[in-house]
């Protein structure tokens, strides 16, 4: 069973940083990309991140170019995405999803159970 646990949201002020973290089990994990997205409130969700399986290769939404970073560490399963600068409009619920490829792309086949991060100003 393909399972993905989002963890690491939190309140936080502008300006400040959070490091989440995706857990995943049930699956060759160093045989997939992993993406990272999030919803805001109001709004369709949108891919902000996505780094390739052996993490040769990453991408980033403009929106956050600059400020987070994605990684990986196949030895523990797990993805991270550390978010600096963080600004009121980061608001949102945060998803990890496995992708059935090596590289990053436009499909994603799991899902994780989100994160809720919140930025006040």
């Known amino acids: 069973d393909v399972q993905l646990q989002a963890s690491g949201g939190g309140l936080v002020q502008a300006g400040g940083s959070l490091r989440l973290s995706c857990a995943a089990s049930?699956?060759?994990?160093?045989?997939?990309?992993i993406g990272w997205f999030r919803q805001a409130p109001g709004k369709e969700r949108e891919g902000v991140s996505c780094?390739?399986?052996?993490?040769?290769?990453?991408n980033y939404a403009n929106a956050v170019k600059g400020r987070f970073t994605i990684s990986r560490d196949n030895a523990r399963n797990t993805v991270s995405l550390q978010m600096n600068s963080l600004l009121p409009e980061d608001t949102a619920v945060y998803y990890c999803?496995?992708?059935?490829?090596?590289?990053?792309?436009?499909?994603?086949?799991?899902w994780g159970q989100g994160t809720q991060v919140t930025v006040s100003s």
């Open positions: 780094i390739s399986a052996s993490g040769a290769s990453t």
């Open positions: 999803a496995a992708r059935g490829r090596r590289v990053c792309g436009g499909s994603y086949d799991s």
């Open positions: 049930g699956f060759s994990f160093d045989d997939y990309a």
